[in-house]
């Protein structure tokens, strides 16, 4: 008899956008830009300046209503901590909220140039390094597949309309 598989730790959706990475990346590297392409419903707003470095932080405001998964978690705040940074091609972030211990999931982006005016953009959701207590409470994913590919479109949709920060 074999192993059951596991299950995965990671979800990871890609879009050819036809936009030039550096557009892109600049929408990623906004706190705005956040809120104006979640598909999930929870970014209602963010404070902070245009993300430069690893360590960079920002605020968001979220409404965990808009899942329905915690009635006792409705608004509230989390810090975005920059985890990977590396202009027009990859960043990614851990989120750091109310919950205790953290729950250590990452997300980010990755952007390839497919040619002149046109990038390959992954998206990705990594939970393989949260916090054993959150595994064990089989949480995860929080965010679905659908959710990615979701923000994944309208990212294709608002760069290509020119983007501006708000």
């Known amino acids: 008899m074999s192993e059951p598989a596991t299950a995965p730790e990671r979800l990871e959706v890609r879009r050819t956008i036809h936009a030039p990475a550096s557009a892109i990346f600049a929408l990623l590297r906004d706190p705005q830009g956040h809120v104006a392409i979640d ?26 209503e808009a899942l329905g998964d915690r009635p006792d978690l409705t608004t509230y705040d989390v810090t975005v901590t920059i985890r990977s940074y590396e202009a027009d091609r990859e960043i990614s972030w851990v989120v750091r909220g109310p919950s205790r211990p953290p729950v250590g999931q990452v997300y ?7 040619d002149a005016g046109t990038t390959e ?11 054993p207590e959150w ?19 309208i990212l294709d949709r608002t760069v290509r309309r020119g983007y501006v920060r708000p």
């Open 39 to 64: 598909a999930s419903g929870m970014l209602q707003d963010a404070e902070g300046d245009l993300v430069s470095a690893v360590g960079d932080t920002f605020v968001v405001h979220m409404d965990r």
């Open 108 to 114: 980010g982006y990755r952007l390839a140039p497919v």
């Open 121 to 131: 953009a992954t998206s990705f959701y990594d939970w393989s390094d949260a916090h």
């Open 135 to 153: 595994k064990a409470r089989g949480i995860f994913p929080v965010i679905s597949e659908t959710a990615l590919k979701g923000t994944l479109g």
